[in-house]
Nanobody, 118 residues
Framework: QVQLVESGGGLVQPGGSLGLSCAASGSSFTMYLMGWYRQVPGKQRELVATCTSGGTTDYAESVEGRFTISRDNTKNTVSLQMKSLRPEDTAIYYC????????????WGQGTQVTVYS
């Protein structure tokens, strides 16, 4: 079980950059696959990126090459660096933790709003 708190959301112009951070507390942080998801009202929550404890990353096609996920296991944090932002990136971004050996052990942060608008 982990508790997650996101920070770093805000308003940014198209083409701009923004960094998000997620602080995790609880036990066995390295046993969790960490990820970022985003959701627009009325639509399904979608995967943005994931990062294993060993640093292996995976990205949604829509953000590949623009977003970078990373984690620091000594600080129990995961970050998402976003660049070349587009209006369609506008969403609430959620930090996610899923236990490697028990997918039922899934936790979410409260979300942070990212708005890309000129």
């Amino acid at each position: 079980q982990v508790q997650l708190v996101e920070s770093g959301g805000g308003l940014v112009q198209p083409g701009g950059s923004l960094g998000l951070s997620c602080a995790a507390s609880g036990s066995s942080f390295t046993m969790y696959l960490m990820g970022w998801y985003r959701q627009v009202p009325g639509k399904q929550r979608e995967l943005v990126a994931t990062c294993t404890s060993g640093g292996t990353t995976d990205y949604a096609e829509s953000v590949e090459g623009r977003f970078t996920i990373s984690r620091d296991n000594t600080k129990n944090t995961v970050s998402l660096q976003m660049k070349s932002l587009r209006p369609e990136d506008t969403a609430i971004y959620y930090c996610s933790a899923r236990h490697v050996f028990n997918s039922a052990r899934r936790d979410w942060g409260q979300g942070t709003q990212v708005t890309v608008y000129s």
